[in-house]
């Protein structure tokens, strides 16, 4: 038997607001392990112990009569079979248990334990399966932890309706240590008392110091944690630390799963890092737009039929209370989220199939004087609460909105002596439903990116610079933008040239209030394959051009997202200037001395110390830049028009088809369901399939390869345990699974949903094996991106601006020379089906549904990477120029400024052929930004012989973030 122990000293956390790192954290959509701190907390011990397999056999009669309760629907057979089994084994003292394994426990598979307690071993425990949450947090598949208080032995069984196979099944045993006592933090305005997460001891380090947020929160979802209701007080805090020991080192997640928690004796504990007022990302629900958009708190312990305290009662009204308060959500009434209608007070199980948060608590949340009674009282300034609302500090005046376009509003208000920072509340709403929310250090705000001719009504207040609240929103005024119709301005005139170079080309015009201008630049006189490029105000430079040429140039008026306000103007017609000989050496010599470096030698650490900016390949826009850019106020266009020079705004609609490459499976196989069709690609023919087949219920089907000709395909079912091959169906050439959602069967994990088709196709005609592909529209396909690529917590206009960058990279993929358009991963860009989407990234795709950057008429390749580092580098387009990018310098981007250690030996085993590594020298660099900019030769010296490499190749040879280095 293996087993491994993990010991972890938990440091103290504030309240971490920073996005850190890699854009990998959210791309893969998988949480990292955290590190091991030392301090002088006490420690936390993680045991997991192998759950040995048991052969498959029938069940016995022992294991019939046992059976606790009956199947799923999806499930015909009653009986139930043991397919993992620990004996009572010894086990180092602890508090808390868990099971988690990689794959093969169906969902609804058994899984219990028991444990000994001053010699005496328990009844056996079910433990509620959790893999819900698998796909929206990433991490092992698990149950919920069971609170035992003090064990030292454990045993462990799971039993199936079926033959199964668990994959690296673990029994996860934690000690969580003793504090000495926890402390709440200083109350804000209508918070109750909350106990940090520095006070209870939480680990730090980890994937969850760059927090994701949700657009907003729009409702509670309420839990229970399991366990025993028979701890005492000073035992609560080490509840909380064994809960985020087994979620970190058991499940693998980033952070607890839990926005909040609360005990028995009405102790809030502070959950998931982020903030105790922000949309944290948690993972609670199984639902990961409802996991982005819901506050999750867990009532310690298990309400099956034993009721919560008055204590915890009333602390959870004052915290739900004080969080609607903050976002303005009513007590009462639905909401949709996540294909769930949810009332803004739920329980978990109204979002995934569970008994959580128990019968009495659920019953609790609607009784008459209950939860939602409760909390409706004590938002209307009643007493429904236990602790009451403490007195708000001042409320900002004067606000009214001082500009209006048909895209944007202004606001302006008072100031408030000493109040660090505002946040303007917006919402279509006079009820502030559904509102967005956006901070300023100053005394006024412009937001764009609204609907033409709409009502809005905003609210401002006073916040911390951590965002805490300062004061209540003022009264509510409202504004409407103007209408698209309304916004017309007459033709620009006066366009003339100002100033020429070899390589560039100066304009200015006559300004008449427009919000922005668009030049058409060609080198033709019909304007064919012409290039646009926007600006402000009354002048504006275009460079990238070439020496010596005549250029043709009109412009008109735009609105901020690109709405056209006016026709173009009449041409003018202007020249580059010619380029001088003795120009071109004086820049070429400029540029190799600029670029050349000293020779390092090896130090005596045998350590090289890399400093650098930036994190990937640099090209096109960054993803930190487009965050600082909405940050500073910047609409998506003018994001993408500072990435992309020389691009335009087109459209695209139609279909994509994306590799699934999480199925290395020759089969496509999907849960049933009803409303499901079978399509054969060639002929468009359909089939539709049946919910059930001889009075059973058809729980999966599959397109597989048939085992006679592996050159055709066939189509099966199951029912049972046992597969059947549908109405001897047989044919040639790829079909496909069709519904608007389909969830698919992974062959490493748990099932991931997509939209529309799940494809078996050929890679060429008379293939023996097969691909998954999900065919689906452009905007679906974009919206499975986003979310993936990019933290949905993000300002709104550095989301619009990755949609259209994902939406354009996607459309040039489409290619008719081979059986998919794009993969999903970063060798293209990371797609993760209906499962990535988030209501955030989703009003980002609608806001600018089939908008494409184009060039020449074309889709751009519109390629992007997490970090510029301050200046992106040149790409293989036109378009794709090295541009300086101030926005990525902001408080979050750890990727900016960064340094490294790398060992001669790394660098060594690398390029063996050099020998022993002596020196290093950068030999030409490409002349933008500091050291010269980004490495583009770099000369290794060895004992052997010399080696000279590419910038990129030293990025991926040595580890180091990006080509834009020094040492």
């Known amino acids: 038997m293996r087993s491994r122990r993990v010991i972890l000293r938990f440091l103290p956390l504030g309240l971490v607001t920073i996005l850190l790192g890699s854009v990998m954290v959210w791309q893969n959509g998988v949480e990292r392990r955290l590190g091991e701190d030392v301090n002088t907390s006490p420690e936390v011990v993680v045991s997991e112990h192998d759950v040995p397999v048991v052969a498959a056999t029938e069940p016995s009669k022992a294991e019939k009569r046992a059976a606790p309760r009956a199947p799923s629907s999806a499930v015909p057979s009653t009986s139930l079979r043991t397919v993992a089994e620990l004996a009572p084994t010894d086990i180092k003292s602890f508090s808390m248990v868990g099971v988690t394994w990689r794959s093969g426990v169906p969902n609804d598979a058994e899984v219990e334990v028991k444990w000994r307690h001053d010699g005496s071993w328990s009844r056996w425990t079910d433990l509620h399966n959790d893999v819900e949450n698998t796909w929206t947090e990433g991490g092992r598949p698990g149950t919920e932890p069971q609170w035992v208080d003090q064990a030292d032995g454990v045993a462990v069984r799971v039993r199936a309706h079926e033959p199964s196979t668990p994959r690296d099944l673990r029994v996860a045993t934690v000690d969580p240590g003793k504090l000495s006592g926890t402390t709440p933090v200083a109350a804000a305005v209508g918070q109750p008392p909350i106990i940090s997460r520095s006070s209870w001891g939480a680990k730090n380090g980890s994937g969850c110091d760059a927090p994701k ?148 608590v659920y019953a609790w949340l609607s009784a008459s004087g209950g939860l939602r009674d409760r909390v409706e009282d004590l938002l209307a300034g009643g007493g429904g609460g236990g602790g009451g609302t403490p007195t708000g500090t001042a409320v900002p005046t004067g606000l009214k909105s001082t500009a209006q376009t048909s895209t944007s509003l202004t606001f302006a208000w008072n100031k408030v002596a000493g109040a660090p920072q505002y946040r303007v509340q917006l919402s279509t709403s006079s009820s502030m439903s559904n509102a967005t929310y956006y901070r300023s250090v100053g005394l006024d705000e412009t937001i764009t990116g609204l609907k033409p001719g709409t009502k809005y009504y905003a609210k401002v207040r006073t916040i911390e610079m951590d965002g805490t609240n300062l004061s209540p929103y003022s009264s509510a005024v409202s504004v409407s933008t103007k209408s698209a119709s309304s916004s017309k301005t007459d033709v620009p005139t006066g366009l003339k040239s100002t100033a020429q170079t070899s390589t560039s080309l100066s304009f200015s015009w006559n300004e008449n209030g427009a919000p922005r201008y668009r030049i058409q630049l060609s080198t033709s006189s019909s304007m064919s394959n012409a290039t646009y490029h926007r600006f402000y105000g009354k002048s504006g430079t275009i460079s990238g051009l070439k020496a010596g040429t005549t250029y043709y140039a009109k412009i008109r008026t735009i609105e901020d997202d690109g709405t056209n306000l006016s026709n173009y103007s009449s041409s003018v017609k202007i020249a580059t200037k010619k380029a001088s000989a003795s120009a071109v050496k004086t820049t070429a010599a400029t540029t190799t001395t600029a670029a050349a470096s000293k020779s390092v030698a090896v130090p005596s650490s045998k350590s090289f110390s890399f400093k650098g900016h930036g994190y990937g390949h640099g090209i096109g826009m960054s993803q930190y830049g487009a965050e600082g850019g909405a940050r500073a106020g910047k609409s998506y266009t003018s994001i993408l028009d500072h990435f992309y020079p020389g691009t335009g705004l087109g459209s695209k609609s139609g279909t994509i088809r994306a590799l699934v490459t999480a199925d290395s499976t020759d089969s496509v196989m999907i849960e049933g369901r009803s409303g499901l069709k079978l399509r054969y690609v060639a002929s468009g023919k359909t089939l539709t399939l049946p919910d059930s087949i001889g009075g059973k219920k058809v729980i999966r089907w599959s397109i597989d390869p048939l085992a006679s000709d592996k050159k055709k395909s066939t189509l099966r079912y199951r029912t049972s345990s046992t597969w059947a091959t549908y109405k001897s169906t047989t044919w040639t050439g790829a079909a496909q699974f069709e519904a608007s959602t389909m969830d698919l069967v992974l062959p490493s994990g748990p099932d991931r949903t997509y939209r529309t088709a799940l494809r078996s196709a050929l890679p060429k005609s008379g293939a023996t094996n097969r691909d998954t592909v999900n065919a689906l529209s452009i905007e679906n396909y974009t919206r499975g991106v986003v979310a993936r690529e990019v933290p949905s917590g993000w300002h709104a206009e550095a989301l619009k601006a990755q949609a259209v960058a994902a939406r354009t990279y996607g459309v040039r993929a489409i290619t008719s020379s081979r059986h998919y358009d794009i993969c999903d991963t970063t060798s293209c860009q990371v797609y993760g089906g209906a499962d990535a989407e988030a209501a955030s990234t989703d009003k980002a795709v609608s ?121």
């Open 847 to 967: 806001a600018t549904a089939g908008k494409i950057l184009t060039y020449g008429g074309k889709p751009a390749l519109a390629q992007f990477s997490s970090s510029s580092g301050g200046y992106s580098a040149e790409g293989s387009q036109p378009y794709l120029k090295a541009v300086s990018d101030p926005w990525d310098d902001w408080s979050g981007n750890a990727n900016h400024d960064w340094t490294k250690s790398v060992s001669a030996s790394t660098i060594q085993s690398k390029y063996s052929s050099i020998g022993t590594l002596k020196s290093m020298q950068v030999t030409k660099r490409n002349g933008h930004g500091d050291w010269g900019g980004r490495v583009t030769s770099l000369e290794l010296k060895g004992s052997k012989g010399t080696k000279t490499i590419s910038g990129n190749d030293a990025r991926s040879a040595f580890g180091l973030k990006s080509s834009w280095f020094t040492f």
């Open 213 to 360: 947020y949700g657009s907003t929160t729009r409702g509670a979802v309420i839990h229970h944690t399991a366990g025993s209701n028979s701890y005492t007080k000073s035992d609560s805090a080490s509840i909380v630390r064994a809960t985020q020991a087994y979620h970190m080192n058991g499940r693998d997640w980033c952070d607890i799963g839990y926005n909040f928690l609360i005990d028995k004796y009405g102790q809030i504990f502070e959950g998931r890092a982020g903030g105790i007022d922000k949309p944290v990302r948690a993972a609670h629900s199984g639902n990961g737009p409802v996991n982005e958009e819901t506050m999750g708190v867990s009532l310690m312990g298990t309400f099956t039929s034993t009721d919560a305290t008055a204590a915890m009662k009333s602390a959870t009204v004052d915290l739900v209370a004080w969080r609607f308060s903050d976002y303005n959500i009513p007590a009462k009434g639905t909401y949709s989220l996540g294909g769930k209608t949810l009332n803004r007070i739920a329980g978990h199980r109204n979002v995934v199939s569970t008994e959580c948060p128990g019968a009495k």
